[in-house]
């Protein structure tokens, strides 16, 4: 019943921005919270960001703090991210996902994963 749809990724010089938006639909009632992870060729995928669904809880890779910000509108059930001063190892897909237990940065948490939306950072 759960989808996510990721989409606002593009490609961006750095020091740029972008807002990505997870929008859901179908039966949500009982995700816990919301969580943005990357991946890069290559590489492991990467928790990045969380927020509960409250709004109380969010969390912060150590490499994205002070840059990115994680929000929520529950009324269109969507969670975005916004990514300022932009820098190319942030390249990557970013994924968003929902988990029913806890605000983690363990993909093995996260139930239900969106298609993913690329975002590149050139210099």
């Known amino acids: 019943q759960l989808q996510l749809v990721e989409s606002g990724g593009g490609l961006v010089q750095p020091g740029g921005s972008l807002r990505l938006s997870c929008s859901a639909s179908g039966f949500t009632s009982n995700v816990y919270a919301i969580g943005w992870f990357r991946q890069a060729p290559g590489k492991e995928r990467e928790g990045v960001s969380c927020i509960s669904s409250s709004g109380i809880s969010t969390n912060y890779v150590d490499s994205v703090k002070g840059r990115f910000t994680i929000s929520r509108d529950t009324a269109k059930r969507t969670v975005y991210l916004q990514m300022n001063s932009l820098k190319p190892e942030d390249t990557a897909v970013y994924y968003c996902?929902?988990?029913?237990?806890?605000?983690?940065?363990?993909?093995?948490?996260?139930?239900?994963w969106g298609q993913g939306t690329q975002v590149t950072v050139s210099s």
């Open positions: 996902a929902a988990t029913y237990l806890y605000c983690s940065g363990d993909v093995q948490s996260y139930n239900n």
